[in-house]
């Protein structure tokens, strides 16, 4: 059980059992399903925790240059690569570190295929697919939104794919279910479907949030073995990241002062919703902080503010059994998967620290950040 007055304020935290158990299921439908399932960093890259993927899963995906060369340096394998669009500088990076390259279009394939096929290294290229359907509402994290600059429509492409594409590569969901992968595989299907007996491969990219309580796994390996069996030649890849890290850990933050402004109180704390957790504002959605409820009539109920000097770092409201001060630490809950690989340092607000609780109960700091960290990124 976490102690947590010895963790640090702020501070994330990961939770060695809770990873474990993620890991575990990932690796049961992997292995069930007959399909390969990797680490997608753009979600979670806390390298230092990646000793504990790889006894579970062994690869993971990139989304640019430092990824793939992370997923080589520290997954110790060689990483699936997609990216909207490489650059003639990075693109011998992308080739020395990865063991797929998907394209986004079809001008960046002919620009760089060239390059794979003079290369001496054996990389299976694809080309990234927008089946112009997802379920996703959010617009921003829509990538088949009228207009997507992800992937190429299905009217793009004749009859054949341009050769040297090996793999078709697809990405529509995001916090998603077994059932909206089978709707949109139904749409790939229809779409796309005229490729699916010639290539070796079908990426399947992220949103598969199979960890989630409620998540229909029998589902998702029904239709994957079923999918499997149409399609016997492909190697179908998942590539998850939000899964992976799935309520394992939480952001630590220390309450630093309470402000009331015409009956609304706010409490303000040692760390940032835009520089920090990010999603809340984006998405937009409201975190779980323990011990706290939504506004309850009658009960203290506060705002959380950040300390940024934006207007709009703050969300609420919460609840809570007694009223807060100065001093008192608040947990917010699953803060590991898209918060520590999309925070800022606005402001030269310090940055939390990074954290295991170990199995065995003992707290691991990874890394904590200092004023250097703030000065070297601004030149």
């Not at 059980?1 to 049961?28: H, Q």
């Not at 993927?53 to 997954?75: G, N, V």
């Not at 009539?297 to 809570?320: A, H, Q, V």
Request: contains cysteine.
């Amino acid at each position: 059980m976490v102690d947590f007055d010895r963790v640090p304020s702020p501070c994330y935290v990961m939770e060695e059992k809770a990873l474990r158990e993620n890991l575990s299921l990932i690796k049961y439908v992997k292995e069930a399903a007959g399909v390969d399932i990797i680490l997608a960093f753009k979600a979670f890259a806390m390298w230092k925790a990646f000793p504990i993927i790889r006894e579970y899963i062994p690869c993971s995906t990139a989304s640019s240059r430092y990824e793939a060369q992370l997923a080589y340096e520290e997954m110790g394998s060689r990483a699936h690569t997609y990216s909207p669009a490489y650059t003639a500088e990075d693109f011998p990076f992308i080739m020395r570190y990865s063991s797929h390259i998907t394209f986004n279009s079809l001008t960046q394939f002919e620009r760089f295929y060239p390059l794979v096929e003079a290369g001496g290294k054996r990389i299976s290229c694809g080309l990234r697919i927008n089946p112009e359907y997802s379920d996703v509402g959010t617009e921003l994290y829509n990538p088949c939104a009228p207009g997507s600059r992800m992937g190429v429509i299905g009217e793009r492409l004749g009859d054949a794919l341009p050769e040297g594409i090996e793999g078709l590569h697809f990405h529509t969901l995001c916090e998603s279910t077994s059932y909206d992968l089978e709707k949109t595989l139904a749409e790939v299907e229809r779409r796309f479907g005229r490729f699916l007996p010639a290539i070796k491969w079908l990426n399947m990219g992220g949103g598969h949030l199979m960890t989630r309580k409620g998540y229909d796994v029998d589902h998702l390996i029904a239709l994957l073995r079923s999918f499997r069996s149409k399609y016997p030649n492909l190697e179908i890849i998942l590539e998850p990241g939000s899964a992976f890290v799935w309520q394992t850990g939480f952001l630590l933050a220390t309450v630093v002062d309470i402000v009331e402004n015409r009956g609304v109180q706010t409490a303000i704390i040692d760390a940032s919703f835009t520089c920090h957790m990010p999603d809340c504002l984006e998405m937009p959605y409201k975190p779980v902080i323990r011990g706290a409820t939504d506004a309850v009539e009658g009960k203290p109920t506060y705002r959380i503010g950040g300390n940024s000097c934006l207007s709009g770092d703050y969300m609420g409201d919460w609840s809570f059994d007694q009223p807060l001060k100065a001093g008192d630490r608040l947990i917010f809950e699953d803060m590991i998967h898209y918060t520590i690989v999309k925070t800022s340092m606005f402001n030269g607000i310090p940055h939390p620290s990074l954290a295991l609780w170990s199995d065995d109960d003992q707290l691991v700091i990874y890394k904590t950040f200092g004023y250097q960290d703030y000065k070297n990124r601004m030149s």
